[in-house]
């Protein structure tokens, strides 16, 4: 009887630890191989996400070495190729999940593995009900990944601890450089960091103050309507106050019609507006009504990416992830979300449990309400408790000439059986 392969993916924006993921699926898909070769084989990735499985574009991560697997948990970006592909409704557009199961089918997979956000656990769940229906039995387990934490049903989402980490400590030490020129020159300093809906990453930003006056300053929040008016009172009373201000903002803040203040016009393939600039129009605001030399910075890919300063919660929990998403599937763990569940939250203790993908499936977890203070420019307490063991933790990777020595894979092509198919 021949062993049963897996299909393995990255799907959406990537992160500083993803791969940390894909190492821990990988290896303990060798593991259990060696000892039950029967039950599981090769793992296939999927070349650019989703797509590589339409297209029939699979990788063979068998051809490559233990030792560059393992030089993954210290890898950022996405070692396989990530991509922003939806697949459509099951009842408009079947086909497409019909030629997923066709090469699931001609490649002797059994296993699906999709390792993304909202929509990702969406596509999971759909693949897991075509293939129940088509008669091809498929095990599907969602594994998350999202830098903004929206995930419903776990305690954090792998990616986001390493960018909170970043963030807080990007403007913490910007803060430093403005309080040094706030009498002579720029007295504002504006972080736009990402977040559509959800206000994660802001809040983590406020990690940073730790007492009164420090920077940030200010947040603000996508759960939070924008006042101009409140808000610039608040940053003048701050450069009385301190001789500076620093605010942290997320690009999908909006005003109190609900409106993106940063809607670029244009969309992903999601369907989702693209955005960007919110940072560059709360400064420029500044500088208009209070008349204050501003600096800007926009976050963007640099938050994602930065695995020099990445959290080692969240690098320990991405791999736990992937080993637990191969123990779940041999488990027979069919159409489920492997999840981090919070024990205690100092020392801070967590454990891997599941949940259904159908009940995870395009839904998004935004700040709760305690999170933000009654003012809604800061952090609670209670928000604090809750961020700060997610950031805790160095892991660096090995550097070579001054430099992080990161791996690239070989991502041999497994030879085409089928048709060609259009995307």
């Not at 891997?352 to 420019?377: H, Q, W």
């Amino acid at each position: 009887m021949a062993a049963i392969n897996a299909f393995y993916a990255q799907s959406g924006g990537v992160t500083a630890v993803i791969n940390a993921t894909a190492c821990g699926l990988i290896q303990e898909a060798r593991r259990l191989h060696l000892l039950h070769p029967e039950k599981i084989g090769k793992v296939l990735a999927g070349r650019d996400g989703i797509i590589g499985a339409l297209t029939e574009d699979l990788i063979d991560t068998s051809r490559e070495s233990d030792a560059d697997i393992a030089r993954l948990l210290q890898t950022p970006g996405g070692a396989f190729g990530s991509c922003r592909y939806k697949l459509k409704s099951l009842e408009q557009h079947r086909a497409q999940y019909e030629r997923l199961i066709e090469v699931f089918r001609a490649h002797e997979i059994g296993y699906f593995f999709y390792n993304g956000g909202n929509d990702s656990m969406d596509t999971a769940w759909k693949v897991s009900q075509i293939s129940e229906a088509m008669g091809y039995p498929v095990v599907c387990v969602g594994i998350p990944k999202t830098i903004d934490n929206d995930l419903p049903l776990t305690d954090c989402c792998p990616g986001f601890g390493s960018v909170a980490k970043y963030v807080a400590t990007s403007i913490r030490e910007a803060g430093y450089d403005v309080a040094s020129m706030a009498r002579t020159s720029t007295r504002i300093f504006v972080l736009e960091v990402m977040g559509r809906h959800a206000g994660w990453i802001t809040a983590a930003c406020g990690l940073a103050a730790e007492q009164a006056g420090e920077p940030p300053h200010l947040l603000l929040f996508p759960e939070v309507p924008f006042d101009p008016e409140a808000f610039l009172a608040r940053v003048d009373q701050c450069v009385r106050d301190y001789g500076y201000c620093t605010v942290a903002v997320s690009e999908g803040l909006r005003d109190a019609a609900g409106h993106l203040l940063a809607e670029s016009g244009s969309r992903d393939a999601f369907g989702h507006a693209q955005l960007g600039g919110v940072g560059q129009y709360v400064a420029q605001l500044i500088k208009d009504r209070l008349g204050h030399k501003y600096h800007w910075a926009l976050a963007d890919y640099l938050q994602r990416s930065a695995r020099h300063l990445a959290s080692r919660t969240d690098l320990e929990q991405a791999h736990a992830l992937g080993v637990a998403a191969v123990d779940l599937a041999l488990q027979g763990k069919n159409a489920v979300m492997a999840t981090i569940v919070r024990e205690a939250d100092a020392p801070y203790r967590w454990h891997i449990g599941e949940v259904p993908l159908a009940a995870v499936a395009n839904v998004e977890r935004k700040m709760p309400a305690e999170f933000i203070s009654a003012d809604g420019f800061q952090i609670t307490d209670a928000c604090r408790r809750y961020l700060q063991p997610l950031i805790e933790g160095e892991a660096p990777p090995p550097f070579r000439a001054g430099l992080p020595d990161y791996v690239r894979l070989q991502n041999n092509a497994v030879e085409k059986k089928l048709a060609a198919f259009a995307v």
